[in-house]
């Protein structure tokens, strides 16, 4: 069942079937939510609500590998321009108009070629913690922008992102643990950052010394969800779409660093984006720190119409500061009206 406000929709086509959820007007301005990892759509419920009530229609799709959308079985099916052509597919379902492309974590890649390749299909961009690479959001690509003060690279080669290297090493192991006791992966995975965590190590810079995400447990702890960033309902969703889903298509976004590499160097103009852009600082986000590191640089050099705002929250944006996010979303329509957005 859906959750009101909210309408169910979906598209297939002969390479994939993207499930989504809605809100707003049917003939408002597009605004297409793309979330992350381990997320779904209903993740966006705040901003869907907000967004419909000032005239968007608000789309926000599970994403390949992720709930009620296909979940295909091969590691080279997640790469980017995979993902991307889902979009678009998505986009030409919902009639093709210029859309506000909104994204968080790992869904900011294929929104982040959207305006490199396609910038026809784009009113603007809105990412939120993980900036663009015209070069390609690889591993390579992000550990080279690690602060080396906190993470010494004799004890963490590639710093924050050793997670990273845990996925493609252990791939199996790592979806396994997840997949455990997938309640008690959500309740771990989901709580809220305080500012306290600022000048440490990320507790993912050392996974694989650890053993994993759970260590020699190989399972999350159990313990009560954080009932201030996820509604019992959201919560008992997010564990039905991954105990339906798994990890395996989720952790594969992880696996195809060559192919991403090669798609964005197809980008035209060197990858360079002028569509209006806003990113948005996690300010204690310990993984896609682009606070304390170098890693919002190279996107400061490639996006020639940009804005940058910080919020105090950590990775999850979206639920821990959902006001503060809305609010800055908004403010930055109403100063910018990228490309006719009303």
């Known amino acids: 069942m859906v959750p009101a406000p909210f309408r169910a929709g979906g598209c297939e086509t002969p390479r994939h079937r993207t499930a989504w959820i809605e809100a707003g007007p049917l003939d408002g301005p597009l605004m ?30 599970d994403m390949r590998g992720y709930g009620r959308s296909s979940v295909p079985t091969r590691i080279r099916d ?10 678009t597919e998505l986009h030409d379902s919902l009639g093709g108009a210029p859309a506000l492309w909104v994204a968080h974590d ?24 993980v900036p663009y690479f015209a070069h390609g959001n690889t591993l390579d690509n992000v550990s080279a922008t ?8 004799d004890r963490y080669p590639v710093g924050q992102w050793d997670y990273w290297l845990y996925h493609r090493e252990h791939a199996g192991a790592a979806a396994a643990s997840l997949e455990a006791d997938v309640r008690a992966t959500i309740a771990s995975l989901y709580r809220r950052t305080s500012s306290d965590v600022i000048g440490k190590p990320s507790k993912f810079s050392d996974l694989r010394a650890r053993g ?29 779409a ?23 160097i197809e980008a035209p103009s060197f990858g360079r984006i002028d569509i209006a852009s806003l990113f948005i600082h996690a300010r204690w986000d310990t993984v896609c720190d682009t606070i304390h590191s170098a890693l919002a640089d190279p996107m400061r050099e490639d996006c020639t119409t940009l804005a940058e705002v910080t919020i105090d ?18 403010r930055w329509l109403n100063e910018n009206r990228p490309s006719g957005a009303s």
Do not use: K
């Open 106 to 129: 790992w869904g900011c890649a294929p929104v982040w070629s959207i305006g490199a390749h396609h910038p026809d299909r784009c009113r603007g961009i809105v990412a939120i913690c």
């Open 242 to 264: 991954f105990e339906r889903s798994g990890f395996h298509g989720a952790n594969a976004w992880y696996l195809n660093d060559a192919d991403n590499l090669a798609f964005a």
């Open 78 to 87: 997640y790469a980017v321009r995979e993902i991307t052509a889902d979009l």
């Open 32 to 61: 297409i939510f793309v979330h992350g990892w381990p997320e779904i759509g209903i993740i966006w419920e705040h901003q869907l609500r907000y967004f419909a009530e000032a005239g968007w229609r608000c789309i926000a799709p």
């Open 146 to 153: 690690v602060n080396r003060d906190l993470y010494p690279a």
């Open 212 to 240: 994993g995400f759970f260590g020699a447990d190989r399972r999350a702890p159990t313990m009560p969800r954080d009932e201030t960033i996820l509604s019992e309902n959201t919560f008992e969703a997010f564990v039905a």
């Open 313 to 330: 929250a950590g990775h999850m944006v979206m639920l821990e500061q959902p006001a503060a996010l809305n609010c800055v979303i908004d």
